[in-house]
C-alpha cells in the first residue's frame, strides 16, 4: 500500500490529522473509503490506547428519578453508569461470546444444571475491600428476593440455590440451562459488596472508574479507580451530560461541547456524518422499538383489540420515515435474525380490513391512549402519529399523548397500559423471553401471561439438541406474536456518533448501543 498513506495514517492515529482529513486525502490517492478506514482503525491500534484526559459523553434517556441501585437501571444513562463502576461476573465481548469479569473461570455439570464461578484472585472493590464468593452469593440473592424490584428477577426465577466454596460460587438451577453464563452477564447484576444489601446505591464496584459527582438527570462524573485490576478505563475523567433533546445531543457533539452521543437522529445521521471531525457509527442487532399494550388491563385484554391494533400499523411506513433506513422491519416479537436459533415467520402486513373486523369484533367503540415521548426511542412521536393515520383508516379512534422526558421511565413505562418503548435486545432468546415475556418477569412490560409459553421457555433451557430448541424457540415466538402484547414495529440499527479526538471505536460490537456501553471504558482521548 501507499507509503504516503501509511505516514498520513499514523499522522490521523496520533491526532495531528482529522479523519475527514486523511480520509479525502486517501480518496485523492485513489484508495476506497473501505480500504483507508481499515488502514486508519490498523494504524490506531499499533499506536495502543492512549492514557490520561476526560472523555465527555452526551446521551439521552436520563432523568432526574434515576438511581445509582442497579436493579433499578432502566435506561441508557443508568447502565452506562453501572458501565464506570461496576462489573458482573462475566460479560458479553465484541463478538458475541464471553469474557470473565468478576469471574475468572465457569463450568458447569455435564447436564448443565449446577455451575460453577470461580472468583477473580486478588481483585478489590473500589473502597478497597476485597471480593469474596460471599458478596457474589448476597448481590445474587438481592436481585432474586421476594420483594426485589430487580430487573434481573426474571432471569433469577430459574435458581433453586447458591452456595459458596472458598473462591467458588455454586449455582444450582431448578432446570438445565446452557445459556446461563449469558444470564449472569445482565448489566444489573453488578457485584457489590454484600450484595448491596446495606447501601444498594453507593456505587462501590470492581470497575474501572469512581463516581465523584452525581447530578441525576444533569451530570455526572467519574474518575479514574486507581486500584482497578483490569486493562481499561484509558481516560482519567469520565463526563456524562443528560441531554435528552435530540437537536441539543448533536449540537453539542458538533460544536466540541462532547465527544460522543447515542441516538443519532436516523433523519439527520447522514447530515451528522458529513460534518467536519464527526464520524457516525451504525450497529445493526437485536435493538427494537415498541408499542406495548398490557394485555391484562381493559381494552388491550381483549385479544380482538390488540390485533386491531397490530393489523392498523403500517411497519413499512415506520421503518421508511422513522428510521430512514438506519433498520428493518418488525414482526411484533422482539426476535430478529441477529439471534441463534431464529426462525422466521410469515410477515405481518398493514390491513386496514382486516383491523375494522378485529374492532368489531372486540365490541370496543372507543378511544384508545398511547402515550409516547421522545425519551422512549428517538422518533417515537412521529411514530405514534403515523401509527394513529393508519389506524384512522381502519376505524381506529387512536389518541395520542406525548409525556414528558423527565420521568418516563419511572412513571409511564411498565405503568401505562399503552405507551411506546424501546429494547436493546439480549444475547440470546432465552434472556430476552425471560427478561421481558416469562410471566413472572418483573419487566414484563406487556403483561403477557401463557403458561404454554412459560413452560416452552423452560423446556428450551434444558434441551441440547439444537435442532429441538429452534423449534420451541419457533413455537414461543409464535405464541407470543399471536396472543402477547407487543407490537414490533421496526428493529432499529443503534447509530451513535463520536468526535475524531477520540480512538478505539469498534465497529460492529454485540450487546448495546455505544459498544455495548463499554465505549468510553475502552475508547481513549487521542495524544
Known amino acids: 500500500m501507499n507509503d504516503h498513506l501509511h505516514f498520513l495514517a499514523r499522522h490521523a492515529a496520533a491526532g495531528k490529522l482529522s479523519r475527514r482529513d486523511f480520509m479525502a486525502k486517501a480518496a485523492a490517492l485513489g484508495f476506497t473509503a473501505a480500504a483507508a478506514s481499515t488502514l486508519l482503525t490498523s494504524e490506531a491500534r499499533a499506536a495502543g490506547p492512549q492514557k490520561g484526559g476526560t472523555i465527555r459523553m452526551g446521551l439521552q434517556g436520563g432523568s432526574t428519578t434515576d438511581s445509582l441501585d442497579p436493579a433499578l437501571s432502566t435506561n441508557q444513562v443508568t447502565l452506562m453508569l453501572i458501565r464506570l463502576w461496576g462489573e458482573p461476573l462475566v460479560e458479553l465481548n465484541d463478538d458475541g461470546g464471553l469474557d470473565g469479569k468478576v469471574a475468572e473461570s465457569y463450568e458447569a455439570s455435564a447436564d448443565a444444571k449446577v455451575w460453577t464461578f470461580k472468583i477473580r484472585s486478588g481483585i478489590t472493590f473500589s473502597n478497597g475491600k476485597s471480593v469474596t464468593a460471599e458478596d457474589v452469593a448476597k448481590t445474587m440473592e438481592r436481585h432474586s428476593g421476594e420483594d426485589t424490584k430487580s430487573g434481573a428477577l426474571g432471569i433469577m426465577r430459574g435458581i433453586q440455590n447458591v452456595s459458596t466454596d472458598g473462591d467458588n460460587v455454586v449455582v444450582e438451577l431448578e432446570t438445565p440451562n446452557a445459556d446461563l453464563p449469558y444470564l449472569m452477564a445482565d448489566y444489573h447484576l453488578v457485584i457489590q459488596p454484600g450484595g448491596g444489601m446495606d447501601d444498594p446505591a453507593a456505587a462501590i464496584g470492581t470497575g474501572p472508574y469512581i463516581i465523584k459527582d452525581v447530578d441525576m438527570g444533569v451530570r455526572i462524573v467519574a474518575e479514574k479507580n486507581p486500584n482497578y485490576w483490569g486493562d481499561t478505563g484509558h481516560a482519567e475523567t469520565i463526563e456524562l451530560i443528560v441531554i435528552n433533546d435530540n437537536t441539543a445531543r448533536v449540537a453539542a457533539l458538533q460544536s466540541g461541547q462532547v465527544d460522543m452521543i447515542d441516538r443519532v437522529p436516523p433523519r439527520t445521521a447522514k447530515l451528522v456524518d458529513r460534518a467536519p471531525n464527526i464520524k457516525v457509527h451504525s450497529t445493526s442487532g437485536p435493538g427494537h422499538y415498541v408499542f406495548i399494550m398490557h394485555a391484562n388491563t381493559a381494552p388491550f385484554d381483549n385479544k380482538d383489540v390488540r390485533m386491531a391494533l397490530k393489523y392498523g400499523i403500517n411497519r413499512q411506513e415506520m421503518v421508511d420515515k422513522v428510521l430512514n433506513g ?202
Open 326 to 527: 438506519y433498520g428493518t422491519i418488525g414482526n411484533d416479537s422482539p426476535i430478529n435474525s441477529s439471534y441463534p436459533m431464529f426462525t422466521a415467520v410469515e410477515q405481518r402486513e398493514f390491513d386496514p380490513e382486516k383491523a375494522m373486523h378485529h374492532l368489531k369484533k372486540s365490541g370496543h367503540d372507543g378511544e384508545i391512549l398511547l402515550r409516547t415521548s421522545d425519551n422512549s426511542f428517538p422518533g417515537a412521536p412521529d411514530a405514534s402519529a403515523l401509527f394513529q393515520q393508519s389506524c384512522a383508516s381502519a376505524g381506529i379512534n387512536l389518541n395520542v399523548k406525548r409525556e414528558p422526558n423527565d420521568g418516563y421511565w419511572s412513571e409511564v413505562w411498565n405503568k401505562q397500559p399503552f405507551c411506546t418503548s424501546y429494547w436493546g435486545g439480549r444475547p440470546t432468546q432465552d434472556q430476552m423471553y425471560t427478561t421481558a415475556y416469562l410471566s413472572t418477569a418483573d419487566w414484563n412490560d406487556t403483561r403477557f401471561n401463557n403458561e404454554q409459553f412459560d413452560q416452552l421457555l423452560l423446556a428450551a433451557r434444558a434441551e441440547l439438541d439444537t435442532g429441538k430448541r429452534t423449534q420451541m424457540y419457533a413455537d414461543m415466538g409464535e405464541i407470543q406474536r399471536d396472543e402477547g402484547g407487543l407490537i414490533c414495529p421496526m428493529f432499529n440499527d443503534f447509530v451513535d456518533a463520536t468526535s475524531d479526538r477520540l480512538d478505539g471505536w469498534v465497529d460492529n460490537a454485540k450487546g448495546f448501543a455505544l459498544m455495548n456501553s463499554y465505549s468510553p471504558v475502552k475508547m481513549w482521548v487521542k495524544a
